[in-house]
T-cell receptor, first 114, second 112 residues
Framework: SAVISQKPSRDICQRGTSLTIQCQVDSQVTMMFWYRQQPGQSLTLIATANQGSEATYESGFVIDKFPISRPNLTFSTLTVSNMSPEDSSIYLC???????????FGPGTRLTVT | KNQVEQSPQSLIILEGKNCTLQCNYTVSPFSNLRWYKQDTGRGPVSLTIMTFSENTKSNGRYTATLDADTKQSSLHITASQLSDSASYICVVSGQAGTALIFGKGTTLSVSS
């Protein structure tokens, strides 16, 4: 199994500012995933981050709004830029396990934009 | 369009009772179906994973069933406990390399 930690666990930010969320995994992984969970909605994949290459973004998400860094095999950051109240969500980091179809999630970062 | 629909949206049961949560999906092609439990303030944790050829899988008091023909799955919780209070999310995986499709979840509240 993989143990994932995220910082911060929650934050309240003002409109127009940016927040960087950190994700740390206790083992080396090839791919790391960033998800958004809006209130009452399902999880939506934002992007997939591979070490040493540009992140791959899903439809509806762009690098200028959600820049991602992946400096090594255990760490990644997601920045939510120029925030608006619509960005208020839980942001989750996730990695694949070594077993078939296993996927592990971090505890999430609860972001509120005022 | 690939979708995962869960019902009911929320459910309240008494401690010790059983309950069944439903998941219908339209994802095609289909690879596997997963049930996750998400406690408040935590990330989802895997309960069961079933591939096309599996009809049922258990994890303690949790039993998941899958009917790949009708594209339906259920999660049965036996002898519920207060700690079962959480959101239960059905997730379907399509062909390799595609994103997981998440349902909105069923919020279960177990009261004493």
């Amino acid at each position: 199994s993989a143990v994932i930690s995220q910082k911060p666990s929650r934050d309240i930010c003002q409109r127009g500012t940016s927040l960087t969320i950190q994700c740390q995994v206790d083992s080396q992984v090839t791919m790391m995933f960033w998800y958004r969970q809006q209130p009452g909605q399902s999880l939506t994949l934002i992007a997939t981050a591979n070490q040493g290459s540009e992140a791959t973004y899903e439809s509806g998400f762009v690098i200028d709004k959600f820049p991602i860094s992946r400096p090594n095999l255990t760490f990644s950051t997601l920045t939510v830029s120029n925030m608006s109240p619509e960005d208020s969500s839980i942001y989750l980091c996730s990695v694949e396990g070594t077993g078939d179809y296993e996927q592990y999630f971090g505890p999430g970062t609860r972001l509120t934009v005022t | 369009k690939n979708q995962v629909e869960q019902s009911p949206q929320s459910l309240i049961i008494l401690e010790g009772k059983n309950c069944t949560l439903q998941c219908n999906y339209t994802v095609s092609p289909f690879s596997n179906l997963r049930w996750y439990k998400q406690d408040t303030g935590r990330g989802p944790v895997s309960l069961t994973i079933m591939t096309f050829s599996e009809n049922t899988k258990s994890n303690g008091r949790y039993t998941a069933t899958l009917d790949a023909d009708t594209k339906q799955s259920s999660l049965h919780i036996t002898a519920s406990q207060l700690s079962d209070s959480a959101s239960y999310i059905c997730v379907v995986s399509g062909q390799a390399g595609t994103a997981l499709i998440f349902g909105k979840g069923t919020t279960l509240s177990v009261s004493s």
